[in-house]
């Protein structure tokens, strides 16, 4: 990105950086690559490409989109916001130790645990909405400190400003995962952190029609392993899905907004709803990190957990949801609604769902960008059943 370039606001470079018109046609919408291959005019001249798992020209474009949308120096795109994560944890080698939150997706810690463990990384799990666990966790061998804040679903924020303080008098590296709250109202590294991962499934994309990841480093050393990752194991993102998140990304700005209004307003809705006993949302003010939010993100988002007070009760709502839709996953134009425990978070297991919080009558939902009063009525409507 230029200095020019930076100086434009996040809708701008959203739309324009990355997204300039066609050379070749002038087409206003980024061609899809589909090619495995690049014809070479002699032995060692190409025109910058020679193999499409090593570059492809709407991905170079997508990453630059994304590294100016979270104010980074570059990114590197992958097929799902978990083969950026193993990307991250492959920078890593045998014997380093790497700090995570206590409530991470579920997908992060099975990973972790079930996979990277057995190949001698070593991974302890703490609360980082508490600086001073994180400060105690950290040993000779610790790398990086792995942080999502707000958490999924218990919207339980970290202050990344006060981690990354402590984190880098020790020379650990703090990685956020941003998917929550897209760049759009959070930004880690201008907060501290080293590198930020999306899976840009969600918000990013913003239409629930195709998986993707997303690392926004901020030293070239970074930059440049993890390029060397996506061609050594290559789990890189496809030209048609890195033009998917570029034409979602044009949108991430009014999206948001409309999401952000959503939530506050079907948050408000639950907190005083009778049959509700009590609702996750760092937008309301008895939030108990409400003044963190405030000051750490420039919105609250969309996304918000309720207690229903039992599986049954969860059951007998979500089957009565016409206009949200029960389903796992998030950020989407449309209002999704799920049940963490059976479906996010089955993977953590009664007893570690127990140690963080996640009860069975946790419900979770992505507001929408649909009209507020048709998810409002329809939640009201679906809570009757209880
Ligand atoms: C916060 C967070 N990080 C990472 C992931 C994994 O992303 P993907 O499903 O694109 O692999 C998810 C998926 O739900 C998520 O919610």
Redesign the pocket.
């Known amino acids: 990105m230029t200095a020019k370039e930076k100086e434009k606001g996040f809708a701008t470079r959203a739309i324009h950086v990355g997204q300039e018109p066609d050379p070749l046609t002038g087409a206003v919408s980024v061609p899809i690559y589909p090619t495995s291959t690049y014809v070479q005019e002699e032995i060692g001249k190409n025109r910058g490409y020679e193999y499409a798992r090593v570059s492809n020209p709407t991905r170079d474009r997508l990453e630059e989109n994304l590294a100016s949308l979270e104010g980074g120096i570059g990114s590197t795109v992958f097929a799902?916001?978990?083969?950026?994560?193993n990307a991250i944890a492959t920078m890593f080698k045998s014997g380093d130790h790497v700090i995570c939150g206590h409530n991470?997706?579920g997908?992060?810690p099975r990973l972790f645990n079930q996979v990277l463990a057995n190949f001698g990384m070593e991974f302890t799990y703490v609360d980082t909405s508490d600086v001073n666990k994180v400060e105690r966790a950290i040993r000779k061998n610790t790398r990086m400190v792995f942080v999502?804040t707000p958490t999924?679903p218990l919207m339980a924020l970290s202050d990344l400003q006060a981690i990354t303080k402590v984190c880098h008098a020790r020379k650990v590296e703090v990685v956020v995962?941003n998917?929550?709250m897209s760049p759009y109202f959070q930004q880690p590294l201008a907060l501290g952190a080293d590198m930020v991962?999306?899976?840009?499934?969600?918000f990013l994309n913003g239409h629930s029609d195709g998986?993707?990841?997303v690392v926004v480093c901020t030293k070239k050393e970074q930059l440049e392993k993890l390029a060397f990752l996506q061609k050594a194991a290559g789990a890189i993102l496809s030209p048609f899905e890195c033009w998917l998140i570029l034409r979602g990304v044009k949108t991430l700005a009014v999206r948001m907004e409309q999401h952000d209004r959503n939530g506050r307003a079907v948050a408000g809705f639950l907190a005083n709803h009778k049959k509700v006993r009590g609702v996750f949302y760092p937008g309301l003010s008895d939030h108990p990190q409400h003044e963190l939010a405030k000051r750490q993100m420039s919105g609250f988002g969309s996304m918000i957990s309720f207690e229903t007070g039992s599986l049954k009760n969860a059951n007998k709502m979500l089957r009565k949801v016409r206009v949200c839709s029960l389903a796992?996953?998030?950020g989407g134009v449309e209002t999704l609604i799920s049940h963490p425990a059976t479906m996010?978070h089955a993977a953590v297991g009664p007893d570690g769902r127990k140690k963080i919080g996640i009860t069975d009558g946790m419900v979770r939902i992505s507001v929408g960008v649909e009209d507020v009063d048709d998810i409002i009525s329809d939640l009201d409507q679906a809570l009757d059943a209880i």
Do not use: P
Not at 80 to 85: E, K, V
């Open positions: 799902s916001g978990m083969a950026a994560i991470l997706y997908g992060t999502e999924n995962d998917t929550f991962v999306h899976s840009t499934t969600k998986l993707g990841g796992e996953s998030l996010t």
